[in-house]
């Protein structure tokens, strides 16, 4: 055959395929290399064959990861209106976080809530087990030394050296190991707050903060924050000339729900924005080493000159949950936190710490977390695939730059906390949009983890959920299964 | 020789020892049975005549430990004079903690200051990293589960069974797992008081509570505390009745810095009285276990009826320093501090922890106390005589309940804050009792810790650091070395 037929028909293959669902939106088409062996055909071909699917929109190319199935799922397109108001949590949302992780102690129910990967799969769990191990042979003594702060130890050296392909430059001395990264943004807060002050935040932002906000007696001012570029900078400018932030709380980089990353320019313009008017960041870089993009987008403290970023982030998601082992770097609050520290918890364990800087050290990490983002980058393109075929009309769901959440907006009809107790009584857990707000915003909003094993009780899962959300989204019942 | 003429002879040397300081004051005398066997005399002959010198008033027996060479050392026989008055507690505290911990940074300092044995030594630490190690052969996967709250394990139930013996029925699953006894007193803190609320504390206290308070937003309330018998409830009830106090942090056994232990009695009445006025106590017992008496004195907790106690301690002065594994157990407020604790630095290592519990366990805790308890008694006697021989007279020390720690009052003159640079220039480090109040109550007076090794470089320190003391008494200045 010629080539010109074997290109068309190619085409004519995959376009068929995707129009019967047998590819799925969102999945990934074989390799050009894998494509051209399989039919005996050469690499030209399939070239040619794929950018003429990508022409007529069914398919596109993603650096990096080849080509994938165009989703027919559209991402949510602007934040939902809502002028900045502050706010004062209330005990209704912290009752809420309780009452979804009580739902998360179910061993046997699908947790979509979560968002760390749970299982020694994820993680480099026996290479961490046997440095650690190793450390307490050699030095047994290691667990009846008192852990005055800073403490020894060679994390700390690891951080910096690690800052340096996010732009920073991170002197050693001054960071601060915590207890995960939740510690660092209380201990952040609580050293550039008082009672009674308010807080700028990312709407929608990362649940557990209100309950830490609230327990601090500090208000909350939700700034509007676009799904593909994060913080509105406009209604945080005007915030800031009014006075009205003692302090602002964002993730610039795979933000925590949206996972959206600043653009480079608004990162800058954040920093002069603190600069000028004098209010810290404490930016939260949890997921900025899960960044899909291949050149890492730097975070806001790169731009930072005089010391007003606060920035931290953990090993937590990425290495080692049961370690606990966070860090934060206060720019010129260091010394303010290292004080709190002391007089919170005191330190942390130096074999903990110290075992996760060999691993840092060793260089196994890089390769690990190359390895994670390709996982969930396929996971996410599966699951929002799932979504577009489940999940009622209108439905969006965003396409996070990094990390493994997805934040959907559903139908107005669906309300999400109706919708996580009918799935809860189908045992799978998953977040309402209501936890991300302390308003009622993002009611009919859900937060999904892709960290897990996609497998068929997953994908089971998720379908019904889909069938949930349709039932509400109809205005009937659901098939009782 | 018969053995009238053995005993008077045994008597008046051991009299002329005393006399001449050969034989120091609270130095402890040989076992009767070994000096029955070293002067080949009978064990009748040697009791009669150690019950001659008790008679006469140079040396005392005590229970379990044999006869020490009585102390010409007074304690402090009743609480500073003043009277309750709220006070915020300042930056400069927080800054004199700072100063006093910075000094601990040098290696080469002899540090009587830490609270804490440092040095593997003190602690089963060869036992504790093997069990550890072997958590991680069996187990690695620990390593890569995400720890929820409250967690598996077996420590919360090691922990109620420890707190039998202390009086009290803890219910295993409302016990929470805290990174040391610092952060439950934060959490238990953070859980009954809102920011401008008033806390009552003993005076002294411990130190690192000020600067805790002080971020909390929180005042302080300092009740007068007895150095024998503790917190004045006089003093308390008055406060109660007048609903000064949303809560009131203290050790009721083994007090730091004063190493008092309230009566029985005392007790009972502290619990009903938080019954009567309803406010909660948290009861901090860190040093509960390393009580001297043969009978544990029971906490507060075991006469708690309604939830009103918050006890909380921790394995880190006794096991592991460097694992931070601490508890809290809340009462009725046991599900706040769950929210609290999740929402502040989400739970602990659950590879930590289950190794502290695999210890309990295995029994070998209660061997261990004792070793550390007889350890300490040991060297607080050694102590005390040093002091009296070498420290200005007028200088008293407690005589503490258990514990490692000496609280001393020098002549007024002495003023502690001075005596912590002196010392400090010649590498000694001290806590001035600047340090254990808000007030200046305690300028002329220092604690002492002897948690270490008495070794030669040791007992040279506390003799230099008691001519700085005497030379400061007598208005000199100190020889210089």
Redesign the interface.
């Known amino acids: 055959m010629n080539a010109p037929f074997l290109y068309s028909q190619l085409v004519e293959d995959i376009a068929a395929a995707i129009a019967c669902g047998s590819l799925a939106a969102g999945s990934r088409l074989p390799s050009v290399r894998r494509c051209a062996a399989e039919r005996g055909i050469s690499f030209n071909t399939v070239t040619m064959a794929y950018r003429q699917l990508e022409d007529r929109g069914l398919i596109e190319a993603r650096p990096q990861s080849g080509y994938f199935v165009k989703s027919a799922l559209g991402q949510p397109a602007q934040p939902l209106r809502h002028s900045p108001a502050t706010i004062t949590p209330t005990r209704e949302s912290?009752q809420l976080?309780?009452m979804v992780?009580a739902a998360?102690?179910h061993g046997d129910h699908v947790n979509l809530a979560?968002a760390?990967?749970?299982?020694?799969?994820?993680?480099p769990?026996?290479k961490?087990?046997?440095l650690?191990?190793g450390l307490?042979?050699r030095q047994?003594?290691?667990?009846?030394?008192?852990?005055?702060?800073p403490g020894p130890g060679r994390l700390p050296q690891q951080i910096a050296r690690r800052g340096l392909a996010l732009g920073m430059h991170l002197p050693p001395d001054d960071i601060l190991i915590t207890?995960?990264a939740?510690?660092a943004l209380?201990l952040a807060l609580?050293a550039v707050t008082?009672?009674?002050d308010t807080v700028g935040v990312e709407s929608p932002t990362y649940f557990?903060l209100y309950?830490?906000l609230v327990?601090l007696?500090l208000k909350v001012l939700e700034i509007p924050t676009h799904p593909q570029t994060g913080l509105s900078l406009d209604a945080l400018e005007l915030l800031l000339a009014e006075k009205r932030l003692a302090a602002i709380l964002a993730m610039p980089t795979v933000q925590n729900p949206l996972g959206c990353t600043m653009p480079l320019d608004a990162k800058r313009r954040l920093a002069e924005l603190l600069r000028q008017y004098e209010v810290p960041l404490i930016e939260d870089a949890l997921y900025a080493e899960l960044q899909f993009g291949e050149a890492l987008s730097p975070t806001v403290q790169s731009f930072d000159r005089d010391g007003w970023v606060m920035i931290c982030a953990s090993y937590?998601k990425t290495l080692?949950?049961?370690?606990?082992i966070g860090w934060l770097y206060a720019g010129r609050f260091a010394?303010r936190v290292r004080?709190?520290k002391?007089?919170?918890?005191?330190?942390?364990?130096?074999?903990?710490s110290e075992a996760v800087g060999l691993f840092l050290e060793a260089g196994h990490y890089d390769s690990h977390l190359r390895g994670l983002r390709r996982r969930y980058a396929q996971n996410i393109d599966r699951m929002r695939g799932l979504i577009a075929a489940h999940f009622p009309a209108g439905t969006t769901a965003t396409q996070p730059a990094g990390g493994f959440l997805l934040w959907l907006e559903l139908p107005p009809q669906v309300d999400a906390l109706t919708l996580f107790h009918a799935a809860l009584a189908e045992k799978i857990v998953v977040t309402p949009g209501n936890l991300y707000s302390s308003g009622s915003r993002y009611r009919h909003c859900l937060r999904i983890s892709c960290c897990h094993e996609m497998n068929e009780r997953f994908v089971a899962a998720l379908r019904r959920l889909g069938e949930l959300a349709q039932a509400q989204a109809s205005g009937g019942q659901p098939q009782i299964q």
Chains 1, 2 share one sequence.
């Open positions: 912290e976080v309780a992780l998360q102690a979560l760390c990967p749970d299982g020694e799969h994820f993680y769990a026996d961490l087990a046997r650690t191990a307490l042979r047994p003594g290691l667990v009846g030394r008192y852990a005055l702060p207890h995960g939740m510690e209380q609580r008082q009672p009674g557990n309950p830490l327990s007696g937590t080692a949950p049961d370690y606990r010394a004080e709190l002391f007089a919170s918890s005191i330190a942390e364990s130096a074999l903990l």
